[in-house]
């Protein structure tokens, strides 16, 4: 029996550095990516580091560079790559490697800690509260994140080093869900504009373009949490309203 | 022997559902609290919950109240929960799903801007809040970010517990590594709440992530607790069948609560065929009053589609042994026949995906193809239904990990509920116990023998391939241990759980400490052997057939084994199995289920 096969060039280092392996996997039906992730570290190196967890695309754990491309490893079909010659599979570039295919995502979880927490306005009577399925909808799209990193690896301003002055992407993302969601009271334009840097992103879009979740994170995220913050910090005229009425700012 | 030391109140491990919800409820009340887990925050099982959480609202459907969850969730569990624990799930959920509203999850809404809520099997009413079908990335989400907000919470992430400590019988410590390094952990406590889930790794198909190898359980056993129920294996009747690659991979019972239909490749909805005794009459018997229903017709009765899962996959199972499987060796489950794409797309949006981008099957246009996936484990750590309080003093748990809820059968739902109110409950029972036993010390001699044990896998020269082993175990209990189990079948897996403990053994370890998935595999094979073990004993013993528990030779239930569960023991080193009577219900409840509640 001839068994098809194809070649995988994986990265096999840490920090320091390493090398890329080549191995021969055999293909079957569907087979995705971390299945001959897997097959490898069953068959033929056992210590082959690679993180998964739900493998449907629920958790977000195996992200990666796939033929150059940050992709889930457990949603790219082997039958969607060109397998006329080796398919190279990385970890993510912009966060340091600990070992083979797993990076060292830390900083994020630190990052999320500094979002001052979702603060509710008054539940009606019964202890609960109303809101209807549209105002729902507008939050629930950034909700689907499903904290896989990619779009903080695709980052210009996250890849240049700039870790310290800018949230990135996912973040704003989350942002934008507490600033929009229909319930909250909390505001947090100041600390969008002075401690994540909304300013240093420059709409290119590449997080939007790898999001396996479908979120428009520029379009629907980023850019109106920018407008709130120019309208707010910039606008004149917008200005003169709120100190007038001095709006929804419970900072004041 | 070098490790790093850490103090906390209480220690729980696994940040699921029920962990965060324990973390942040002991937190809460003063406790400090070390939250260990084995991947990152926020990926553990619950994030894979797609359904909904069971809930009685009663925001779509007034008629529905907390009697009618319980008796729902009894009789879903063929009688078999413990009666307190269902009566504390009905009565608390209901609360805890709207203190994670406040806590800022957005559920989809009725048209009066409430929580609305879904139609799943076995409930009578529709009672599950959700989202579209990524309700358990709404909770986990919603609670990693309230928790890590909390200032009493340290977060071990990507950390395995492999032993505890104890002085005399109750719990002082619990010892493990941090894959990053691989370097040692120590932790001292009071109180240990184990909130690990599931042991779907067991089997080869399975809907299971690779954390699921039975940890809790057999790190409770090993300490001298309880397990209880462990035959009760839930098999959902509704995996993927194909692409291989996905086998085993949930679809949503939402896709039947949304009006997805079953028929079997004669192009039958065979269901109607397969109504047990305990609710003939409750259910549609005809396609015309299912229509009915479908349309909002409240005179109108369930489709069969909506029965308990162990009815609904023993009746696939039936349809593909019988030759009318589809050609993958599952049957039809199609929605896009009873649903508009817009509807599909907008409840069902993962499951779209799921198998538009693996299986190249557009759900809006045609039927999936599907079949049983061991899914979930209704049995686990005996508890005290008040506070989670395993047999050993000290110790805690909660969600799957725990027993007693769910009985024979759970279900859809009633996991996110449960790790919700009993998660609570857990923190706040293993709170005031360290508070009470505050001063308990850990004894640290113990810890080079742990360390030893930990490192055994390195030391094998001509060991075991843990993965190879791992493939045999998964592939011997699919085969004997199954869906559908007989007395022979159960003995063959005895005797190959003997031989694979040999193996596991000598399973061996090559490179270094430093984030290494073979060292990991030997250490969860011991654990995986444990609860298979265990699995496999107390279905030997249980000679009837009952909620996810199927017994060719012993095809019905018996009003004998109705009246106690089997609770696994370590005596030594051998496994015994014992019977415990069953908690004798009040007469008040016992009316609830025997009459209902209209």
């Known amino acids: ?252 | 022997m070098n490790y790093q030391t850490f103090e906390h109140d209480v220690i729980v491990i696994g940040a699921g559902g029920a962990g965060l919800r324990a973390a942040i409820e002991a937190a809460t009340q003063g406790a400090t609290v070390g939250l260990v887990c084995k991947s990152l925050l926020g990926k553990a099982h619950t994030v894979m919950a797609e359904g909904g959480v069971a809930a009685a609202l009663g925001n779509v459907d007034l008629r529905d109240n907390w009697q009618v969850h319980f008796r729902d969730t009894m009789r879903g569990g063929k009688m078999l929960n413990n009666w307190r624990m269902a009566q504390i799930h009905a009565q608390e959920s209901p609360a805890r799903v709207n203190e994670l509203e406040a806590w800022g999850a957005v559920f989809d809404r009725t048209k009066e801007g409430k929580i609305l809520q879904r139609n799943f099997g076995g409930h009578q009413f529709p009672r599950l809040a959700h989202v579209g079908d990524r309700t358990g990335l709404e909770i986990i989400r919603t609670l990693q970010d309230h928790a890590v907000h909390q200032k009493n919470i340290e977060v071990f992430m990507e950390c395995t517990i492999t032993h505890f400590l104890k002085e005399g019988n109750k719990i002082c410590g619990a010892f493990g590594y941090r894959r990053v390094t691989g370097e040692f952990l120590f932790f001292k406590t009071k109180a240990i709440i184990l909130a690990t889930g599931g042991i779907g790794k067991s089997f080869r198909i399975n809907s299971n992530s690779w954390e699921y190898t039975g940890d809790g359980q057999a790190l409770a056993y090993k300490a001298g607790a309880d397990l209880m129920d462990m035959e009760f294996v839930q098999f959902h009747p509704t995996g993927m069948v194909w692409p291989l690659s996905v086998k085993g991979t949930l679809v949503t019972e939402g896709v039947r609560g949304e009006g997805g239909i079953l028929k079997n490749s004669k192009g039958e909805r065979f269901m109607f065929r397969y109504v047990p005794p305990m609710f003939k009459g409750e259910f549609a018997e005809t396609e015309e009053e299912a229509k009915r229903w479908l349309a909002g017709d409240k005179s109108a009765r369930r489709p069969p589609e909506l029965l308990t899962r162990d009815v609904v996959a023993k009746a696939i199972n039936a349809e593909v042994k019988a030759g009318r499987g589809s050609p993958h060796g599952g049957v039809f489950l199609d929605i896009a026949s009873q649903r508009d794409v817009e509807t599909i797309r907008k409840k069902l949006p993962s499951m779209y995906h799921q198998f538009k981008e693996l299986a190249n099957v557009d759900i809006t246009k045609e039927p999936m193809e599907i079949g049983p996936t061991c899914h979930y484990i209704m049995g686990g750590i005996r508890v005290d239904a008040e506070t989670g309080a395993a047999t050993v003093p000290g110790l805690f748990a909660a969600g799957e990990v725990a027993a007693g809820l769910h009985g024979a059968n759970r279900l859809g739902g009633n996991s996110l509920s449960d790790l919700l109110v009993f998660g609570r409950r857990a923190g706040l029972g293993a709170a005031q116990y360290a508070k009470e036993n505050s001063s308990i010390k850990a004894d640290t001699k113990q810890l080079d023998t742990c360390a030893t044990e930990l490192l055994k896998p390195f030391n094998q020269k001509n060991g075991e391939n843990p993965y190879e082993v791992m493939d045999q175990l998964q592939k011997m209990m699919d085969a004997h241990v199954g869906i559908v189990r007989e007395e022979k079948e159960l003995q063959k897996a005895i005797d190959s759980l003997a031989q694979l403990k040999s193996k596991v053994k000598n399973v061996k370890a090559a490179g270094d400490r430093t984030y290494n998935p073979g060292w990991q595999t030997c250490l969860d094979l011991e654990n995986m052997l444990i609860v298979s073990e265990a699995i496999t004993r107390a279905a030997m013993e249980r000679k009837e057939s009952r909620g996810g528990h199927t017994r060719i030779d012993y095809p019905e239930s018996s009003a004998e084994y109705a009246k106690f569960n089997f609770v696994l023991r370590k005596k030594g080193e051998e496994m015994r199995v014992e019977k415990e009577p069953l908690p004798k219900m009040p007469a008040a409840l016992e009316i609830l289920i025997k009459e209902g509640t209209t």
């Open chain 1, 1 to 252: 029996m001839s068994e098809k096969t194809a070649k995988i060039k994986v990265f096999r280092g840490d920090e320091k550095g390493g090398e890329y392996k080549e191995y021969d996997v055999p293909l079957f039906e569907g087979m995705v990516v971390l299945d001959a992730i897997h097959h490898i570290q069953a068959t033929a190196d056992n210590t082959l580091a690679v993180r998964w967890n739900c493998k449907a695309g629920k958790c977000g754990s195996c992200g990666g560079e796939i033929n150059g491309k940050p992709r889930l490893m457990c949603m790219t079909r082997m039958d969607t790559l060109p397998l006329d010659k080796p398919i190279t599979v990385e970890p993510m570039k912009t966060f340091p490697v600990i070992k083979d295919l797993v990076c060292d995502v830390s900083w994020n979880f630190e990052i999320n800690k500094k979002i001052p927490p979702f603060k509710p306005k008054a539940p009606l009577a019964d202890g609960t509260w109303r809101f209807s399925q549209e105002d729902a909808d507008r939050v629930q799209e950034f909700r689907k994140c499903i904290e896989c990193f990619l779009c903080q690896n695709v980052c210009h301003v996250l890849r240049n080093h700039k870790k310290e002055e800018f949230a990135g992407p996912r973040f704003l993302v989350r942002l934008a869900s507490l600033e929009m969601h229909p319930l909250d009271v909390e505001d947090r334009l100041s600390l969008i504009k002075e401690a994540f840097h909304i300013g240093l992103c420059n709409i290119t879009k590449c997080c939007t373009e790898v999001c396996p979740e479908h979120i428009t994170i520029t379009d629907n995220a980023i850019i109106p949490l920018k407008e709130r913050v120019v309208s707010r910090f910039y606008d004149p005229i917008a200005k003169f309203w709120q100190k007038l009425f001095a709006k929804n700012d419970v900072t004041k």
